[in-house]
């Protein structure tokens, strides 16, 4: 249940480690995404919502981090010409990984700076330079583990019956919506 005044932050992470190029995120097959998606009710006119960072706060923190000897190659035409091909990350040396957390952490501000929106078929708004909040409680993912394994029943035609019934009732559900 989402309450009034309840936020929700959505955090993707992804695994390139065994990748020897730039991973660039988009909506190519070839790309990293992030995408989640929610029913709730009653309708509102809310098509959709994303977050990016800022090209400062981006091109600051990837400035700092060649300074530092993380990323490699020409950060300047990287940026100017959004082309990230001969850009590359340093994983062998000590700290990189508490370095690559500071763009997501809030604990820097200058890192911490994003584009936010949200919007219907009707309105929309798009918000500049918003920092990302603090303070919220993160997810717990043992809250709603099972501490024993169970099998399904004997009788496989009602096991079977309900789960057809489930996916009904849920059809049947975002009909009505």
Same mark, same amino acid.
């Given at each position: 249940?989402?309450?009034? #005044?309840?936020?929700?932050?959505?955090?993707?992470?992804?695994?390139?480690?065994?990748?020897?190029?730039? &991973? /660039?995120? %988009?909506?190519?097959?070839?790309? !990293?995404?992030?995408?989640?998606?929610?029913?709730?009710? +009653?309708?509102?006119?809310?098509? #959709?919502?994303?977050?990016?960072?800022?090209?400062?706060?981006?091109?600051?923190?990837?400035?700092?981090?060649?300074? !530092?000897?993380?990323?490699? %190659?020409?950060?300047?035409?990287?940026?100017?010409?959004?082309?990230?091909?001969?850009? #590359?990350?340093?994983?062998?040396?000590?700290?990189?990984? !508490?370095?690559?957390?500071?763009?997501?952490? &809030?604990? /820097? !501000?200058?890192?911490?700076?994003?584009?936010? %929106?949200?919007?219907?078929?009707?309105?929309?708004?798009?918000?500049?330079?918003?920092?990302?909040? &603090? #303070?919220?409680?993160?997810?717990?993912?043992?809250?709603?583990?099972?501490?024993? &394994?169970?099998?399904? +029943?004997?009788?496989?035609?009602?096991? $079977?019956?309900? $789960?057809?019934?489930?996916?009904?009732?849920?059809?049947?559900?975002?009909?009505?919506?």
């Amino acid at each position: 249940v989402i309450l009034p #005044g309840d936020t929700l932050i959505l955090d993707c992470y992804y695994d390139s480690t065994s990748r020897d190029f730039f &991973t /660039y995120g %988009g909506e190519s097959t070839s790309e !990293e995404m992030c995408f989640s998606f929610y029913f709730y009710y +009653p309708a509102v006119d809310f098509q #959709g919502s994303g977050s990016a960072k800022t090209e400062a706060a981006l091109s600051q923190w990837m400035k700092d981090a060649n300074s !530092e000897g993380y990323l490699t %190659g020409d950060i300047d035409y990287a940026l100017e010409n959004s082309d990230f091909s001969n850009i #590359g990350w340093d994983n062998t040396k000590d700290g990189h990984l !508490e370095f690559y957390n500071r763009l997501w952490s &809030t604990d /820097y !501000e200058e890192y911490n700076q994003n584009y936010m %929106g949200c919007g219907g078929e009707e309105n929309g708004v798009w918000l500049e330079e918003v920092s990302l909040p &603090t #303070g919220f409680e993160e997810y717990d993912a043992n809250v709603f583990t099972c501490d024993e &394994t169970t099998s399904p +029943p004997e009788d496989k035609a009602y096991f $079977i019956g309900n $789960i057809c019934f489930s996916i009904i009732m849920g059809f049947l559900g975002f009909m009505f919506v």
